[in-house]
C-alpha cells in the first residue's frame, strides 16, 4: 500500500509539474510566489536568463544597467541563471562589460528556471502585477518596449516558445492526390520554428524541398548554395532594384521576431525523385519567382570590399607579446570576422596559402589592423568584383 502510496505522490507531482510549465507559458498567467521575488514592488518586473557562454547576454549587460537607471523604481530587470554564484562573480569581476554590473542576479538558480522552461538564452520573462505579460527574446529589452509595457497592459509581443511540438513531415498544403506533384508558398507560421529540410517520398517517388518561416533571401539561397559555391550574402551583398528593401534585409532597429512575423515565408516544393539536384533547384528558383513575383539571381558587381593580402613582412617577436594571443586558422578567422560583422563591407581574402595567425580581442579598425599587420597581413578597403544577390521585379 505504502509503495502504491509513493507511485501516486509521483504521478501526481509530474502531472503539477507539467500544468505548470504550461501555465507558465501562457501569456496572462499568474504567477505563483517566488522567494526570490517576494521582496520586489515594482510595476514591472523583467527576468533575463542568461549563461556565460552567451555573447549576446554579456554585451547586453552595460544596456540593462542603463534602462534600468532609466526608469528607475518602475521596474525592476533581474539577471537569472543556474551557474554558481562562484562562477559568476568571477567572471563579472573580470569581463570589461560586466565588471560595473549594478543589476541583481540570481545565481544557481533551480526554481525560476524550471518554472520558466527553455532551451536557448537570453529568454526574457515579463511580469505585471503577478501575471506573465511575455515571453520574449533579449532583443525586445529596450525602451521602446519597457515603456509600452508600463503604459498597456495587454502590449502584444512575439512569443519565444522553444518547446513548439509542430509536424514538420507534414506538407504545408493538403494534397488529396498521392502521386501530385506540387509548390505551395505561405506565409509565417506562429506554430513552428525556422527550418530548411528535405524529405524523400518513396511512394510517390518524388522529393520535398520545405522551409518553414524563413527570409524571402534565405529561401533563394537555399537553392542557389547547392548550384554553386558562394560567400556570406550579407546585407552589403543585397541589391533590392525595386520594392521594399524593408521586405528582403531587416533594419537593425526591427527586433528580428517582429521582422520574421511580417516578412517570413513557407514553401515546399514536391518533385520527381528522377529530377537531379540541380534541376530541381533551378526549378525551384523559377517557381519562387513567379510566385513571388521577382526576379532573383546572383551575379558579379564592383563593391567596396575589406581585402587581406599578405605583406610578407610580419613584425619582429621583440615589438609584440603573445602570451595571452589564441592561434587560429587564417580561413576561420576571416569566416568569423565576416559573419560576425553582419552590417559592415564584405571581407575577402587575397592571401596566397592557408596558414595559422595569432589573435586576440580587438576593438575598431586600428586595432584589427595592428594585430593582422603582426601576422604579416594588411586589411584595406577595395573595390573588387565579387557575388551579389540581386533582387528585381518581374
Not at 526570490?36 to 533575463?48: F, G, V
Not at 547576454?57 to 528607475?72: D, E, H, T
Request: hydrophobic share 40%; aromatic share 10%; net charge positive.
Amino acid at each position: 500500500m505504502i509503495q502504491l502510496f509513493k507511485h501516486i505522490v509521483r504521478y501526481l507531482l509530474f502531472v503539477f509539474m507539467s500544468i505548470t510549465h504550461l501555465n507558465a507559458q501562457k501569456i496572462g498567467a499568474v504567477i505563483p510566489e517566488f522567494k526570490e521575488l517576494r521582496s520586489l514592488h515594482k510595476q514591472l518586473i523583467i527576468l533575463e536568463f542568461f549563461d556565460l557562454t552567451c555573447s549576446n547576454c554579456i554585451f547586453g549587460v552595460p544596456k540593462l544597467n542603463a534602462l534600468q537607471k532609466q526608469f528607475s523604481n518602475r521596474i525592476a530587470i533581474i539577471m537569472v541563471t543556474q551557474t554558481p554564484q562562484k562562477e559568476i562573480t568571477y567572471f563579472f569581476s573580470r569581463n570589461k562589460y560586466t565588471k560595473n554590473n549594478r543589476l541583481q542576479i540570481l545565481a544557481n538558480d533551480r526554481h525560476l528556471s524550471a518554472y520558466f522552461k527553455h532551451r536557448t538564452v537570453p529568454h526574457v520573462a515579463w511580469i505585471k502585477n503577478n501575471e506573465l505579460k511575455g515571453i520574449t527574446e533579449g532583443e525586445f529589452i529596450s525602451e521602446e518596449y519597457i515603456q509600452a509595457m508600463l503604459d498597456n497592459p495587454n502590449v502584444k509581443m512575439p512569443l519565444k516558445d522553444d518547446f513548439r511540438n509542430y509536424d514538420y513531415t507534414q506538407g504545408i498544403h493538403d494534397q488529396d492526390t498521392i502521386n501530385s506533384v506540387y509548390s505551395y508558398l505561405s506565409g509565417y507560421k506562429d506554430e513552428a520554428n525556422r527550418k530548411y529540410g528535405i524529405d524523400t517520398l518513396l511512394l510517390r517517388h518524388s522529393v520535398r524541398d520545405y522551409m518553414i518561416n524563413v527570409p524571402v533571401t534565405g529561401s533563394y539561397l537555399y537553392a542557389f548554395m547547392k548550384l554553386r559555391k558562394l560567400p556570406f550574402m550579407k546585407p552589403a551583398r543585397i541589391f533590392v532594384e525595386s520594392g521594399d528593401p524593408t521586405a528582403f534585409v531587416r533594419p537593425e532597429e526591427m527586433p528580428e521576431a517582429l521582422w520574421a512575423q511580417k516578412y517570413d515565408l513557407c514553401y515546399e516544393s514536391v518533385l520527381p525523385d528522377s529530377l537531379t539536384e540541380k534541376q530541381r533547384m533551378e526549378t525551384l528558383i523559377r517557381d519562387l519567382n513567379n510566385k513571388l513575383r521577382l526576379d532573383v539571381r546572383i551575379e558579379k558587381r564592383p563593391i567596396l570590399c575589406l581585402v587581406i593580402r599578405e605583406t610578407g613582412i610580419p613584425l619582429p617577436a621583440s615589438e609584440y607579446s603573445i602570451k595571452e594571443w589564441t592561434n587560429q586558422p587564417l580561413e576561420d578567422f576571416i569566416f568569423l570576422l565576416d559573419i560576425n560583422q553582419q552590417n559592415s563591407l564584405p571581407v575577402i581574402n587575397f592571401s596566397k596559402h592557408p596558414k595559422n595567425i595569432y589573435i586576440h580581442a580587438w576593438k575598431g579598425e586600428e586595432e584589427l589592423k595592428n594585430m593582422l599587420k603582426i601576422n604579416g597581413l594588411s586589411i584595406q578597403k577595395e573595390v573588387q568584383e565579387t557575388e551579389v544577390m540581386v533582387i528585381g521585379r518581374q
